[in-house]
């Protein structure tokens, strides 16, 4: 499975993208600017001390774990974090919940 995130604008602090499975749109994507990922590939993992299952490992020193995470725009997310939702304009996203509910299952199975 790959699991790539495009970005596609920035919006004062936030920035916008998609995240796509081996290719697929599955939702969009909103991360705080000064703590994005830089482009590379990173190891998808699984949490079982949180009640944020999976995050992705950056490798670095200081904060070495990303979350997948819902919410609705920069107000109120934590820190390093990935918000999934459906982007509504740049910087706010809507039905994350529901996009974080269907995205939970696929990446349960294939890292099982």
């Given at each position: 499975?790959?699991?790539?995130?495009?970005?596609?604008?920035?919006?004062?602090?936030?920035?916008?993208?998609r995240l796509?499975?081996?290719?697929?749109?599955?939702?969009?994507?909103?991360?705080?600017?000064?703590?994005?990922?830089?482009?590379?590939?990173?190891?998808?993992?699984?949490?079982?001390?949180?009640?944020?299952?999976?995050?992705?490992?950056?490798?670095?020193?200081?904060?070495?774990?990303?979350?997948?995470?819902?919410?609705?725009?920069?107000?109120?997310?934590?820190?390093?974090?990935?918000?999934?939702?459906?982007?509504?304009?740049?910087?706010?996203?809507?039905?994350?919940?529901?996009?974080?509910?269907?995205?939970?299952?696929?990446?349960?199975?294939?890292?099982?």
């Amino acid at each position: 499975m790959e699991i790539k995130i495009i970005r596609f604008g920035r919006y004062h602090h936030a920035v916008s993208g998609r995240l796509l499975i081996d290719g697929q749109h599955v939702c969009d994507t909103l991360e705080q600017d000064t703590g994005s990922l830089p482009e590379g590939e990173y190891i998808m993992c699984r949490n079982k001390a949180s009640s944020l299952p999976y995050y992705i490992y950056s490798g670095k020193e200081e904060d070495r774990k990303v979350f997948l995470s819902m919410g609705n725009g920069i107000h109120g997310w934590r820190r390093r974090c990935i918000i999934v939702g459906e982007c509504l304009h740049l910087g706010f996203l809507i039905r994350s919940q529901e996009h974080y509910d269907q995205l939970l299952p696929r990446l349960r199975m294939q890292l099982v």
